[in-house]
């Protein structure tokens, strides 16, 4: 009888916590329907009282959105392609071979995942306009594409896997590239997935690096396009949620394809070692 | 079969990533053409500032600049065009940025020399930022003063690098339907702030002790009635150095005793009436507030229904020392680092901005913005909007006290929480205030400019 007075209770706190979390997301999405008027008035109703496409028909004359948007999915696809990649290469070099330095690199590594970006990011910033790359994607994807988070999570992935397993593909007469390729990769699904879904939403609504490098406004990522509708006096709220609203569906769809193996993943990374 | 798909997957990201490093910028203009024709057949524009458009820039070859701003990429991009219609070798491309990192971006772009921006819009609040990268204008002084009227204001070291196109500043937004339903009419519009007390008594509504509509409503503008009703009494903000405040003066501790007696004796609004007095003119709660030009593109925005008009800010005495502060939206600086080929397309450009006073009554009318042109001044069609049209009649006697750092504002509205919701005596608040902000001036370079205001000396 506890365990279920128990567990109705949790049952009720965890539904809290999820309307609460909820309910701001389906505020912003039913009011991206509403006027800025009705969004601003004094009675606040969830479901708008005069429904209007106004705020997503208006979205392309703030800026290009389409062409942002698009510039956002690119760079964060090939960013998360190429984080998954070298994590993978990385942990499975960092776990499955022994050389010297190996704990000396990964302590590097770690290392870089504990200096706040804001420390780094002037002295980032002044190397990668000497190098001439402002302006450029490469300024996008070259400082993204070796993640220190990512190669922590697939050290602590891959070597959980067995080294028989590898022994036997070796006996089997498999080279590396194919062991990496056949068996390391597909046995990661997991962790890959939780990668692949934290490396696309940091990419997605990275602001200022991109801002900072990024001239061209046909080049420019949708997370500085959105900033556009905070005016110096006021905001379009409604064009803001409904350009927000249609840059969550991305998010959602990564999420959405890696979801079963998410959870399963974030949890390989932080209890194997 | 997954080995090829896995190759052809990567294949793809290659090629995406190298097709898009180097792609092109297609939404920008293509380089200009080589211009022969230095005779355009066009008359020549403006009143002292003039621009002969008949003429070669960069000896008709190609040149191209960048124009930066945080604002009506439209707009701006419309005045580039018509230039470069003119002057077909030029190319402008503008780039648009957001208000916030605006100000993070370009002292960092401007560092790169000539391959920052060449031309980039001014917000006289960052002047200390910006001035080490711009150059003056190549425009003859006296000629500037002739054509605007805040230009003397702007004057550094004899050269000016930039000035304002226009003006915006405080005047009084009443709500139309609850004027009337008050019984009060245009008649009854006050000049002076007994007047505007007793107005505001009228528009107030409380029922069963609980108030409904605030007949004034000045939450979250304290501080911006702080820093300009004062010089109504003939005080200035800034001492005779000025590079220190005194909040002090008999203006400062004046102006505080009014605005907290309008809530607290006459009951006409309420600090707990809503943080916001925008949100609440707005809704429909309030009847009159205090803002700003900018409150028209706001109400425009958010409450395009609500039907309003705006007065002149009241006054003490019926002629004050000035009736309030203004500040300015500013033209473009130029980048002193530019190639001397964009350094005269630059140049040309800002003469052509000057002296076309199309330009600047459309800029003016965008931002509801008293032109700083004297040939606009007198627009009927800039007069119908009721933040231009509230403060046009004595516009020459509002005063700028400089690009203000942010502490000014910064502390006094904490003055403000401290007179309003903590009861705090009012001279005492005010000292602190005082001595927080000479501290922070200490830290700044900045001198005030309340000392070009033409009446400056024959303060009260």
């Known amino acids: 009888m506890k365990r279920k007075i128990m567990g109705a209770a949790l049952f009720l706190v965890l539904l809290m916590m999820g309307v609460v979390t909820v309910v701001p997301f389906v505020w912003m999405v039913l009011s991206s329907f509403k006027t800025n008027a009705e969004i601003s008035a004094l009675e606040q109703t969830l479901l708008p009282k005069a429904f209007t496409l106004e705020n997503y028909a208006t ?47 990964f302590g590097f590594i770690m290392m870089t995942m504990m200096i706040p970006w804001s420390v780094t990011i002037i002295s980032r910033y002044t190397m990668f306009v000497d190098a001439g790359l402002q302006d450029s994607y490469l300024s996008l994807i070259l400082p993204a594409m070796v993640s220190g988070f990512g190669i922590f999570m697939m050290k602590q992935d891959i070597g959980a896997l067995p080294d028989e397993l590898l022994e036997a593909a070796r006996m089997d007469g498999a080279n590396e590239f194919a062991i990496f390729h056949k068996i390391v990769l597909p046995m990661s699904k997991n962790s890959i997935s939780a990668i692949a879904i934290f490396q696309f939403l940091w990419v997605w609504e990275d602001y200022l690096w ?50 079963k193996r998410f959870v399963a993943g974030v949890a390989a990374g932080a209890v194997k070692g | 079969m997954k080995k090829k798909l896995w190759t052809a997957c990567l294949a793809a990201v290659l090629v995406l990533t190298l097709g898009g490093c180097s792609a092109e910028t297609a939404g920008q203009h293509p380089e200009g053409v080589v211009d022969t024709e230095p005779d355009k057949g066009l008359e020549v524009m403006g009143n002292h ?98 054509d605007f009227f805040t230009a003397a ?85 800034f001492k005779e150095d000025m590079q220190t405040v005194s909040f002090t003066g008999e203006g400062m501790i004046k102006t505080a005793k009014m605005l907290k007696d309008m809530y607290r004796v006459d009951g006409i609004g309420s600090e707990d009436f809503g ?45 004050p020392f000035a009736y309030d502060r203004y500040n300015g939206e500013a033209t473009p600086g130029i980048n002193k680092n530019a190639s001397p080929a964009q350094m005269e397309a630059a140049q040309d450009f800002i003469r052509f901005y000057l002296a076309n006073t199309r330009i600047q009554k459309e800029l003016c009318m965008y931002y509801s913005l008293f032109p700083a042109s004297n040939a606009l001044r007198d627009d ?65 370079d900045f001198t005030s400019a309340e000392n070009l205001y033409y009446k400056y000396g024959q303060e009260g």
């Open chain 2, 275 to 319: 943080t916001d007095a925008a949100q609440s003119f707005g809704q429909g709660q309030s009847a009159m507030v205090y803002k700003w030009g900018h409150f028209y593109g706001y109400m425009n925005t958010n409450y395009p229904d609500i039907e309003y008009g705006a007065f002149e800010i009241p006054t003490v005495t019926e002629n």
């Open chain 2, 49 to 146: 500032v003039t621009y002969d458009p008949n003429h070669l820039v960069n000896d008709g070859q190609p040149v191209t600049l960048e124009w930066w701003l945080w604002d009506a990429p439209d707009l701006f991009g419309q005045m580039a065009e018509a230039y470069m219609e003119i002057h077909p070798n030029v190319t402008i491309n503008i780039i648009n940025n957001p208000w916030d990192g605006f100000w993070t971006k370009l002292p960092l772009a401007l560092q790169k020399g000539e391959k920052g921006p060449t031309l980039f819009n001014v917000h006289n609040s960052y002047q200390h930022l910006l001035l080490p990268y711009m150059a003056p204008y190549d425009i003859d002084l006296d000629q500037m003063q002739e």
């Open chain 1, 210 to 259: 991109p801002y900072l490098m990024i001239d061209s406004e046909e080049k420019q990522l949708l997370a500085v396009g959105l900033t556009t509708f905070n005016g110096r006096y006021s905001t379009d709220y409604g064009g803001l949620f409904a350009a927000t609203t249609i840059s969550i569906i991305p998010v959602l769809i990564i999420y959405i394809i890696f979801q």
């Open chain 2, 380 to 444: 009927p069609e800039m007069l119908e909007n009721p933040a231009i049209a509230a403060v046009s009649e004595h516009i020459e006697d509002y005063i700028w006290p400089g690009p203000m750092p942010s502490t000014l504002e910064d502390n006094m509205k904490i003055a403000a929480q401290d007179i309003m919701y903590n009861d705090k005596e009012i001279e005492k608040t005010l000292k602190t205030a005082e001595d927080i902000v000479n501290v922070d001036l200490a830290n700044i």
């Open chain 2, 153 to 237: 204001s702007h004057v550094i070291d004899g050269q000016i690098y930039y000035t304002d196109f226009g003006v915006m500043t405080g005047a009084i937004y009443y709500n139309k339907e609850m004027w009337a339903a008050a019984g009060l009419t245009q008649e009854d519009i006050p000049k002076t702030w007994d007047e505007f007390r007793e107005v505001a008594k009228k528009l107030t509504i409380v029922e069963d002790g609980k108030m409904v509509q605030a007949g004034f409503n000045y939450n979250g503008d304290f501080q911006n009635l702080m820093l300009g009703v004062p010089y109504q009494y003939g005080g200035t903000i």
């Open chain 1, 59 to 105: 979205l392309q004359s703030n800026f290009n959105f389409l062409r942002y948007f698009g510039n956002s999915v690119f760079i964060a696809l090939v960013v998360t392609a190429l984080v998954i990649y070298i994590s993978c290469i990385c942990g499975f070099v960092l776990s499955k071979y022994q050389f010297k330095g190996k704990n000396l690199i």
